[in-house]
């Protein structure tokens, strides 16, 4: 059974801080992971893919991918309140060209 | 910028009844997909589909579901017998099939409510 892992939350971050939402993932063979911010009653809004180790930037957000580790984790600078949202982890499984894996979400409150 | 859309936004049924949901995915996007979530749990994948045929489907997609591309722009999923462990959003995604970079991007759903 191939399983994504999130803490549920809530995380609360002040407004101008990092904050810091992470994933563990059970399938070692899988290939892409994405991250996807779900507003309540919406649908889920991709911010972000990484498939190769290491750090990839983009804007105010930084994905972090440890295929040994089997972890990825999503970096938020200078949060701002409309960053509150569900943060979603996604992974495309070494079996499957199509589908996504998805964790349960990590609830973000940022405080102003 | 394109997106895609669904229809309705809210469904409701009776047990028992059929229900079609209706998406249109991206212009140029080759691969389709169906995702659920029910109130409060995980997104899950139900089935994708292209080249006009299902490429893989979980094990939730029995088979009361059924999917359809009936034209060149629509994608449709078929409830054919609804029953109360229906209710959930129904999102379709749709990706453009870049390899490790293909990227899913979803509608706004639909809401069924299975009475």
């Known amino acids: 059974q191939k399983e994504v892992e999130q803490n549920s939350g809530p995380l609360s971050v002040p407004e101008g801080a990092i904050a810091s939402l992470n994933c563990t993932y059970s399938?070692?063979?899988?290939?892409?992971f994405f991250w996807y911010r779900q507003y309540s009653g919406k649908s889920p809004e991709l911010i972000m893919f990484i498939y190769s180790n290491g750090d990839k930037e983009d804007g105010r957000f930084t994905a972090q991918l440890n295929k040994a580790s089997q972890y990825v984790s999503l970096l938020i600078r200078d949060s701002q309140p409309s960053d509150s949202a569900t943060y979603l982890c996604?992974?495309?499984?070494?079996?499957?060209?199509?589908?996504?894996?998805w964790g349960a979400g990590t609830k973000l409150i940022i405080k102003p | 910028e394109p997106e895609v859309t669904q229809t309705p936004s809210h469904q409701v049924t009776q047990m028992g009844q059929e229900v079609i949901l209706r998406c249109v995915p991206i212009s140029n996007h080759l691969y389709f997909y169906w995702y659920r979530q029910i109130l409060g749990q995980k997104v899950e994948f139900l089935v994708s589909?292209?080249?006009?045929?299902?490429?893989?489907k979980s094990e939730i997609f029995d088979d009361q579901f059924s999917v359809e591309r009936p034209d060149g722009s629509n994608f449709t999923l078929k409830i054919r017998s609804t029953k109360l462990e229906d209710s959930a959003m129904y999102f379709c995604a749709s990706s453009d099939g870049t390899g490790l970079t293909d990227t899913q991007y979803f509608g706004p759903g639909t809401r069924l409510t299975v009475l």
């Open positions: 996604a992974v495309n499984p070494m079996d499957s060209n199509y589908q996504l894996i």
């Open positions: 589909f292209y080249n006009n045929e299902i490429s893989e």
């Open positions: 399938d070692r063979g899988s290939q892409s």
